[in-house]
C-alpha cells in the first residue's frame, strides 16, 4: 500500500492510497481523485503538483512516524 498527503482545503490535509486511485480530473472546484470504489475527494489547486505528490508515496511507516514540526 502506498499512502500520500494531499491537501483537501487550508489546513486540512488527507492521505490518500495511491493504489486505489482510478483517474484524476481538473476542473473549477480544483483537482478531483476518483478512486476505485467510486469515492471522491476535491483537492485545491492544480493536477500538476498533485501528480508530483502521488508519484511519490510514502510507506505507511514513515506516516506513523513523523516528527512534530
Same mark, same amino acid.
Given at each position: ?17 495511491? =493504489? ?13 481523485? %476518483?478512486?476505485?470504489?467510486?469515492? %471522491?475527494?476535491?483537492?485545491?489547486? =492544480? ?7 502521488? %508519484? ?14
Amino acid at each position: 500500500m502506498n499512502l500520500a498527503i494531499v491537501e483537501l482545503e487550508a489546513g486540512h490535509t488527507t492521505v490518500v492510497n495511491t =493504489d486505489q486511485i482510478t483517474y484524476l480530473r481538473e476542473d473549477v472546484y480544483g483537482t478531483a481523485i %476518483h478512486f476505485t470504489s467510486g469515492e %471522491h475527494i476535491v483537492c485545491p489547486g =492544480d493536477i500538476a503538483p498533485l501528480i508530483a505528490k502521488l %508519484h511519490n508515496p510514502q510507506s505507511p511507516e514513515n506516516l506513523l512516524i513523523q516528527t512534530v514540526r
